[in-house]
């Protein structure tokens, strides 16, 4: 998992040489969003805060964008939540002036920090993720556009996980975690 991570960083780096380089304007974005997220095996439904940067190599037409995501969902009295989360990978579709539809698949990490489930389950853990979905974007002016993204979170748990729920453990393996967001993005 680390050397994936190498290279999702040595990806973002690239991306953020190219930015100062690009030839074309407006093929950087930023974005805030909300997000919500449903972890399965957890039965939690959590609620965050995200931001994320992209890269458009295509950007009328046919579109293809590299991009990279951060949320947080903040850790609740009772010690429920408190997970975070980074994917990084392409967003493809078609845009135009106005209106732009994508799939995305984008591969990452989340991290399991909140104290109910590290006492359940002896400490922390960061596990793989895969997201993967779609999005629509619908630009207000020519550098900001709103942002709906849903998807299919897919996380890999390496070991059993405890939960509030039973006394019985959940067993490890790949689960399917429901994932939509709303946020604004602006061009540079």
């Known amino acids: 998992m680390r050397i994936t991570a190498v290279f999702q960083v040595i990806g973002l780096a690239l991306i953020l040489q190219n930015v100062t ?10 974005g805030v969003q ?23 190599l295509l ?3 046919a579109a293809l964008s590299l991009e990279g995501e951060f949320n947080y969902f903040p850790q609740n009295p009772s010690g429920n939540f408190g997970e975070s989360q ?21 591969p990452g990490f989340v991290h399991f920090a909140g104290g109910d489930f590290a006492e359940r389950n002896h400490g922390t853990a960061t596990d793989f993720a895969l997201d993967a979905g779609g999005v629509m974007e619908y630009r207000l002016s020519g550098r900001t556009a709103l942002r709906l993204a849903w998807g299919d979170t897919m996380v890999f748990f390496p070991k059993p996980v405890f939960t509030g729920s039973s006394t019985t453990p959940k067993p490890a393996g790949l689960t399917h975690n429901l994932q939509g967001s709303i946020g604004v993005m602006f061009r540079f």
Not at 21 to 30: I, K, L, V
């Open 34 to 56: 909300f997000t919500g997220f449903h972890i399965n095996q957890l039965d939690e439904g959590s609620v965050g805060i995200g931001g994320r940067i992209a890269y458009d």
């Open 86 to 106: 980074f994917l990084t990978g392409v967003k493809a579709g078609f845009a135009s002036e106005r209106f732009g539809l994508f799939a995305k698949l984008r």
């Open 21 to 30: 380089t690009a030839q074309s304007a407006d093929r950087f974005q930023a």
């Open 59 to 61: 950007d009328e037409g």
